[in-house]
């Protein structure tokens, strides 16, 4: 009876073990087909597609594939995204997505933490904000977040004053003082480096600044704070997707030393790490 025992337990052993390497070997497969998935990710050209492409060769590292689709318009991607034409992009802040959210209904949310580019204000006509006269024209970016970003930057260096208690997203009736009476005229945000030449100043995203030949370090007269800045950049994702192990990966590959390196030597302190 005690070899019949054996026996059977020694049989058990031998089909859990089978069983249990089948198990691995099941999860090791669909490890594998996650890892070998591939992923549309919506982003801006330029600047934001030169390190959306070193992310892309630390995820090809990684298993994952990276198809990129670029954008120039800033109302495009979250419209992709939520159609399903794109497994995430990368592009935008919290004020933004929040603004599209309220306007659209979009069912997307954030996944990781890209760059920070701190926005300024340009001019081709004067070299400081002191050169600024009455009635002088400033272009701003059209849309709600952005706009309200800029109206921001021109409050905290004491060119217009805001009514309290709009956060992020004031607009422009919300002006309580206006010293200079500057004449403050709302553009679709990739317009307004082509149309620098139009106005005195024009306060502008630094993806854009960037794209069209301006230094932010060296050019911009005034501009939001590197540290504490609360308009960083991420990765987003439909919120039925927001645990899919591949964008994961995706997010990983972004905050990875490859691209904070590239971040220093590429842009100099201009577009920074946001993780």
Known sequence: MQGKTTSWLRRAGLAGGIALALFAAQIAVQVTEAAAETVKLGVMGGAEEEIAEVAKTVAAG??????????????IPNAALDAGDLDANAFQHKPYLEAQIAARGYKIVPIGFTIVEPMGLYSRKIKSVGDLKPGSSIG???????GGRALNLLAANGLIKLAPGKGLSPSILDIAENPK???????????????LEDFDAA????????NSGLTPSKDALIQEPREGNPYGNFIAAREKDKDRPALKTLVDSFQSKEVRDFLETRFKGAILPAW
Do not use: H
Request: net charge negative.
């Open 62 to 75: 990684k298993g994952l594939t990276v198809e990129l689709i670029t954008f120039s318009d800033y109302n």
């Open 140 to 146: 701003i970016p059209n849309d709600p977040s952005n």
């Open 181 to 195: 009476a500057l004449k403050l005229v709302e553009l679709e945000a990739a317009q307004l480096p082509r149309a």
């Open 203 to 210: 306060i502008i995203n630094t993806d854009y600044a960037v």
